[in-house]
Nanobody, 125 residues
């Protein structure tokens, strides 16, 4: 499985970006995909996750109401729509894929077996 993340860039505070994560190498069934981010000097943190089959979504409190995760099964692609961006959203964003993840563990990095290369999001204030 390979994950290719794209869509990052430089945007002003209050702006928006949409990240994409295209997966190849395996057919998706009962998996979950998620976005994590890592700011300079900080640990990687969970942003949002989605169950591939049913589409249930989960968010970190810091992005609820501003970010939306979605997926296109036909394209094997997950998206992260980021609105009302803030300077504190600046980070490298990584997509990840994992099998058989229970809800209580969807925000844990250890639940994911495959990771994309990361895409930089910079929000200027």
């Amino acid at each position: 499985v390979q994950l290719q993340a794209s869509g990052g860039g430089l945007v002003q505070s209050g702006g928006f970006l949409r990240l994409s994560c295209a997966a190849s190498g395996r057919t998706f069934n009962s998996y979950a995909m998620a976005w994590f981010r890592q700011a300079p000097g900080k640990e990687r943190e969970f942003v949002a996750g989605i169950r591939w089959s049913g589409g249930s979504t989960y968010y970190a409190d810091s992005v609820k109401g501003r970010f939306t995760i979605s997926r296109d099964k036909a394209k094997n692609t997950a998206y992260l729509q980021m609105n009302s961006l803030k300077a504190e959203d600046t980070a490298v964003y990584y997509c990840a894929k994992g099998d058989g993840i229970i809800v209580s563990q969807i925000g844990s990095m250890a639940s994911y077996d495959y990771w994309g290369q990361g895409t930089q999001v910079t929000v200027s204030s």
